[in-house]
């Protein structure tokens, strides 16, 4: 089959997306089909970084474009940045032959309209693999208001890309109940996770032992944030749990990646004098293992309206590792279900956003027992090799009816099933 994957982050950019859809190519180029990659010719979190024009790469033909660089410092400037990207795909396309099925992502939000527009012009079909859902975000965020011009002309778009859908891929219940309330058929969702990367993140000791003396984090207590920063994932509940640990030299907290609120939690702890934490930019993927190895006790944060609407996937990464987590975020939520589904064998400890108190109280109980942990057996349902073919399954049609989960259980519970509370019972049990 001839595929096209639209995404403006592929690799070697860094961020989740980059990888997953990476991951995803190379599987499906080492199958059999011809899959062609349009993504950005800079780097997602990092403009002035440049990547070729054309390559293949693990027998995938990757075709980057060009566009404007104004950065993520305001919101008229990540617009134009979008806009020139999704225009630049365009005229891109145009000289592609036509694909079997062209695989849309959400990076830029709503590149699912080029797509839809492109069936059955240049694409006989579209997988929507939907990684976030907007203008829903946007709204959430208070980006845009809920019904202004700009909301519903978004909204009617994305409307479009879904109807236009042969299927659309959904990372968990809540996003597909939320897809679907959409007035889309439910017949038309799969929901799949994420995955971890099996093959790049395992427990590594001596990359710990080597990261954390690089960067001078030995003989501490290491609480980790891994990830995106963004409103999505608001970190104020940390920052201020770095504060008041402050005075407890073995506690550092640890902020590694990017995004568009990086500079301002930044000058926040600069102005608060807190010097037991430390950012790092996103790392390769070849030393993720040691950044992620190198914590004690994993932060996993979602803000209170995005449940259904973003997908912390980092979840699974962690998990690999079998290293504690700490999630801070409502409940019910994709997380709570995952955690749920590891209490067993993985303690974790959920907190609400604004509670201090229950944060600094997991970080004084996790440390005294996390010295010398060892990685968990395995991620089963999440793994590369249970989730990835599924979606290629899905994408060939071949498949149209699959959910991972790690606790089957929970697949028909009803929103509310649990929250919480639950979480922090079971850790003070354990």
Same mark, same amino acid.
């Given at each position: ?8 982050? @592929?690799?070697? *950019? ?97 590149? =699912? ?46 409307? @479009? ?86 005075? *407890? ?10 995004? =568009? !609120? ?9 102005? %608060? ?46 998990? %690999? ?42 970080? !004084? ?66």
């Amino acid at each position: 089959m001839r595929i096209l994957i639209l995404n403006q982050a @592929f690799y070697p *950019d860094v961020v989740s997306t980059a990888q997953h859809a990476a991951d995803l190519a190379a599987f499906m180029a080492a199958g059999g089909d011809q899959v062609t990659v349009i993504a950005s010719a800079r780097g997602y979190d990092d403009p002035a970084r440049r990547f070729a024009a054309r390559e293949v790469w693990r027998g995938v033909r990757v075709l980057r474009v060009r566009g404007t660089a104004f950065g993520k410092a305001a919101r008229w400037r990540r617009a134009l940045d979008f806009a020139t990207f999704m225009m630049a795909c365009v005229a891109k396309i145009a000289f592609l032959p036509r694909q079997d099925v062209v695989v849309a992502l959400t990076s830029p939000p709503l590149i =699912s309209f080029i797509a839809a527009l492109l069936v059955p012009w240049k694409a006989r079909s579209l997988v929507f693999w939907c990684m976030d859902l907007n203008p829903d975000e946007a709204v959430a965020a208070g980006w845009l208001k809920a019904n202004s011009f700009a909301a519903r002309t978004l909204n009617r778009m994305l409307g @479009f890309s879904l109807r236009r859908a042969r299927v659309i891929v959904a990372l968990d219940r809540f996003m597909a109940q939320r897809i679907e309330s959409k007035g889309i058929a439910a017949a038309k969702i799969v929901t799949l996770p994420p995955w971890s990367h099996d093959k790049d993140v395992i427990f590594d000791r001596e990359g710990r032992e080597q990261f954390r003396k690089q960067h001078g984090l030995e003989g501490k207590f290491v609480v980790m944030y891994s990830g995106n920063h963004s409103p999505c994932h608001p970190l104020d509940t940390l920052i201020n749990a770095a504060a008041e640990l402050h005075g *407890d030299e073995s506690v550092h907290f640890c902020f590694v990646g990017g995004g =568009s !609120q990086m500079q301002a939690i930044k000058r926040s702890a600069a102005a %608060r004098g807190l010097t037991n934490i430390t950012f790092l930019p996103y790392q390769a993927r070849e030393r993720l293992s040691a950044s992620l190895s190198s914590a004690d006790f994993h932060a996993v944060v979602m803000g209170e309206a995005f449940v259904g609407i973003v997908h912390p996937c980092k979840i699974y990464n962690v998990l %690999r590792l079998g290293c504690p987590v700490l999630y801070v975020g409502p409940s019910p939520s994709h997380v709570t279900e995952i955690l749920h589904g590891y209490e067993s064998s993985v303690p974790s400890y959920a907190c609400r956003h604004g509670d201090v108190g229950a944060v600094v109280s997991a970080v !004084q109980r996790v440390r005294g027992c996390a010295k010398d942990r060892l990685p968990s057996p395995g991620l089963s349902g999440f793994s590369y090799e249970s989730v990835v073919p599924a979606l290629a399954r899905v994408i060939r049609g071949q498949y149209t009816a699959v959910t991972p989960i790690i606790n089957p259980d929970l697949r028909n519970a009803p929103v509310g099933a649990h929250d919480e509370r639950e979480l922090a019972a079971t850790a003070e049990n354990r």
